[in-house]
């Protein structure tokens, strides 16, 4: 159930392997967090807007026997990201090391040395965290075992930022090489330093815009999964998964239809499948309490917009940063307080593909992270002057005059993540990735309570993202039992 990026994945290997599969989806469209707002014109993608490790998909579409660059074109951007500083000064992060190494010795010559330092780590952490780990399923404490040395050999314990200031001294560089984790949901100063591998894969693969949006990919994934016989069903919410003697033996839908399945797959928030779904007395492991105490990633705030101008001088991403960091963080993940300043993630597709606005318009949309709903702010009413405080500060660095050229505007709040998206806590990407939440100790591809229920997504092995979700199919596939195990296929 659910029809995000993870649960197309799943579904469609799922299909190859011989099952008849029925995807069960929430909203009116599918996605999930990729959905896609249409207003006036204007395409907005909801959430994921780029494309890192395209092979993943290459593989998705040869399964049903096509070709992934027949249906999507992809398009490379350069830089990847502009960093804009508080005070005005910018990095550009690029694919190109000769261009990254001038950035570096530009804002500091005397970290040179030590970003060739950085990067060499990073691309271990890549090759050991991503390579090697990302699509093994950590089913058992052999599995954990097993990756033991390879976590040690990373010296997986610090955290990423603790890791990029060995080798850089300069707090714009840290900051440039280490908030990649927000990007899936961690505190640069919280997860692991495995995490490292963001910027190796970045830089091995390339950082790739979807010709018509990210939606364009969701699109395609349906049209391979219903050509391998595939169903989607929108507009059905799963309320409670069916259980018999320990055995998940199918779901019922919120208008009271009950649908039987060999096997169940959820490509929801674990959080919210275990508590909500799954009945208490079947859930030895993944308990309320211990759904409670876990450490969940931030909340996000978005607002999209799009404006009867084009703003040239804008890339296609930006992250427009504030005058705190460090404290900033330690407001939204440690103290969950929403806080007067933010950075934002400003996204402006039509940098790269004018087909998401009008002629001679822009379309945007701007992510703050903030706390999760245990901050108790009240978005009913805190939406509003929260976005016009964006609003002021991209008007003074970026979007000049942005007020007297807004055609479109409208908003979602970590509510929108509990109430839509059914997010634990409203949280943005599940569980954060420390290390004693990740691999073994997130929740597992195979269910730790529960026979013949499985996890796929951003909530699972090995997180979020789109190469990770994609990667959870894989991990995910290899603790499937085979379909003629049931008698069909």
């Not at 219903?226 to 919120?254: F, H, P, Y």
């Not at 508590?275 to 309320?288: N, Q, S």
């Not at 300043?341 to 822009?362: K, Q, V």
């Amino acid at each position: 159930m659910g029809s995000g990026f993870g649960g197309m994945a799943a579904a469609i290997r799922l299909a190859a392997k011989g099952y008849r599969v029925t995807i069960l989806e929430k909203l009116d469209a599918p996605g999930g967090r990729a959905y896609v707002h249409r207003r006036e014109g204007h395409v907005f993608d909801a959430g994921p807007t780029i494309v890192t490790v395209p092979y993943l998909f290459d593989e998705l579409w040869a399964l049903a026997g096509r070709k992934f660059s027949d249906d999507i074109e992809l398009k490379s951007l350069d830089p990847f990201y502009r960093i804009r500083f508080d005070d005005g000064d910018h990095f550009d992060y690029s694919g190109d090391p000769a261009r990254m190494r001038a950035e570096v010795r530009r804002i500091c010559p005397s970290d040179a040395e030590g970003f060739e330092r950085f990067m060499r780590e990073a691309d271990q952490c890549y090759e050991l965290g991503f390579r090697t780990l990302g699509d093994k399923a950590f089913d058992t404490i052999g599995d954990l075992i097993k990756a033991a040395p390879l976590i040690v050999k990373l010296r997986g314990w610090r955290s990423l930022h603790q890791m990029v200031s060995s080798h850089l001294k300069h707090p714009k560089l840290r900051i440039a090489m280490s908030l990649q984790s927000l990007l899936i949901g961690g505190n640069p100063f919280s997860v692991t330093s495995m995490y490292a591998l963001v910027n190796a894969l970045e830089r091995q693969w390339g950082v790739h815009w979807a010709m018509g949006g990210t939606g364009e990919l969701i699109r395609g994934l349906v049209d391979v999964f219903e050509g391998m016989g595939g169903t989607l069903r929108l507009k059905s919410e799963v309320s409670r998964i069916e259980i018999d003697n320990g055995v998940a033996t199918g779901v019922t839908l919120a208008d009271g239809e009950r649908i039987a399945a060999d096997i169940v797959v959820c490509n929801g928030d674990t959080g919210h499948v275990y508590k909500h779904l799954v009945d208490a007395r079947w859930r030895k492991h993944w308990t309320d309490q211990r759904i409670e105490r876990g450490h969940y990633s931030m909340g996000l705030f978005v607002w999209y917009f799009g404006t009867d101008r084009r703003y040239e001088d804008v890339p296609h991403h930006m992250m427009v940063l504030g005058p705190r960091y460090r404290e900033l963080l330690q407001d939204i993940f440690k103290r969950k307080k929403l806080a007067g300043d933010f950075s934002i993630y400003l996204h402006r597709p039509t940098a790269t593909d004018p087909s998401m606005a009008p002629e001679g318009c822009d379309t945007f949309y701007a992510l703050m992270p903030v706390p999760h709903l245990d901050s108790g702010t009240d978005w009913e009413t805190q939406a509003e002057p929260y976005r016009q405080s964006v609003q002021e500060a991209l008007e003074r660095t970026v979007l000049p005059g942005l007020g007297q050229h807004l055609r479109v505007s409208f908003c979602t709040t970590p509510l929108d993540f509990k109430h839509r998206l059914l997010s634990y806590k409203g949280a943005g990407f599940g569980l954060e990735p420390l290390l004693l939440q990740s691999a073994y100790f997130r929740p597992h591809n195979r269910s730790e309570d529960v026979k013949n229920l499985f996890m796929v997504g951003a909530s699972t092995h090995p997180g979020a993202g789109v190469p990770g979700v994609i990667m959870s199919a894989k991990a995910l596939e290899s603790v499937l039992p085979d379909p003629a195990t049931f008698g069909r296929r």
